[in-house]
């Protein structure tokens, strides 16, 4: 009779060492059998959940996309859907109020009122939510920007009309210490708080200063890097606002801003953060991946196909 050597193993014995009987050995490939069939399902049911993803999705990134490239770099929309992303969701869960309750309206969102009121459209024309019309945009806009990262983006939110209480978003002029318990309030660290602050690097001010209107808040406002942080610290940046010179300089945020002057660290920073914040008020464990249709950063033919006049 013919014995594998894995079965010969199986067989042997030595000293003070029990051989195992038919009974064990079935028992354990019984066991081993259903625990790989639990593996095998439960593989399934994540790739379903990930290519489940409606396809509307792929025709809104097709859309967005070219609003938020101007020439080689990301848009003055782009800016201001990372901006609306974040206002919808910091001031009562991210629920599409901003829009369909005209929050955008108030003081604090001075500058979206625009934006919103061309995004508010794509809903009805793609069949999609607004909530998660508002969180896509801001991720599409990030990656669009150079060196933009890829952030989650999730989708089956319930859509809200009903306003949110006022008065929730950060002050420009809030010190960190207010910033940092206004964010753990809503369940972010002070990390999370300077590695969203980052999304400075692309942002321009408009209403803050406004003898500086129109300026950005680093020197590279179309790219999505750090010098954003490095140029607030020494104060060479075109326009600061108080709030973000508060963070660099306080000791509970100095360490973690100046990490961040490397790119790597940043922006893993961002993403933990932001896929927390794009979810803030949901159940994010029924929301379906959308992650997989969201367009690349930005590649010759996109300059290419870019207006001509956004590339002179």
């Known amino acids: 009779m013919y014995f594998s050597k894995s079965s010969l193993f199986l067989l042997a014995t030595s000293a003070?060492?029990?051989?195992?009987?038919?009974?064990?050995?079935?028992?354990?490939a019984s066991v081993l059998k259903r625990e790989a069939a639990d593996l095998g399902n439960s593989l399934v049911n994540l790739v379903k959940k990930q290519d489940s993803c409606p396809s509307a999705w792929t025709d809104v990134a097709a859309a967005l996309k070219p609003m938020f490239l101007d020439g080689s770099v990301c848009s003055d929309d782009a800016r201001a859907a990372i901006r609306l992303a974040f206002h919808d969701c910091f001031s009562g869960g991210c629920d599409g109020s901003i829009i369909l309750a005209e929050e955008y309206n108030r003081p604090a969102n001075n500058g979206l009122q625009a934006f919103a009121q061309k995004l508010a459209p794509l809903a009805g024309q793609f069949g999609v939510g607004t909530a998660d019309l508002i969180q896509f945009?801001?991720?599409?806009a990030i990656a669009t920007c150079p060196l933009g990262p890829r952030i989650s983006v999730k989708v089956g939110r319930t859509d809200s009309s009903t306003p949110s209480e006022d008065g929730q978003l950060p002050s420009s002029q809030a010190s960190a210490s207010t910033l940092i318990a206004g964010f753990a309030a809503k369940g972010f660290s002070s990390t999370d708080l300077v590695a969203l602050v980052g999304a400075h690097s692309t942002a321009k001010q408009f209403f803050d200063q406004p003898d500086k209107a129109g300026q950005s808040m680093d020197s590279t406002p179309g790219t999505w890097d750090t010098k954003f942080y490095r140029e607030t610290t020494l104060g060479t940046a075109p326009v600061s606002l108080q709030s973000d010179k508060n963070l660099a300089s306080d000791p509970a945020t100095i360490a973690q801003w100046t990490a961040f002057n490397a790119q790597g660290a940043w922006a893993a920073a961002f993403v933990s953060a932001m896929n927390k914040m794009s979810v803030l008020g949901n159940d994010a464990g029924s929301l379906t991946d959308c992650t997989s249709v969201l367009s690349a950063a930005t590649s010759k033919r996109d300059i290419k196909a870019a207006p001509i006049a956004d590339r002179m």
């Open 16 to 28: 003070g060492v029990q051989a195992l009987s038919f009974s064990d050995v079935s028992s354990a």
């Open 137 to 140: 945009a801001g991720a599409q």
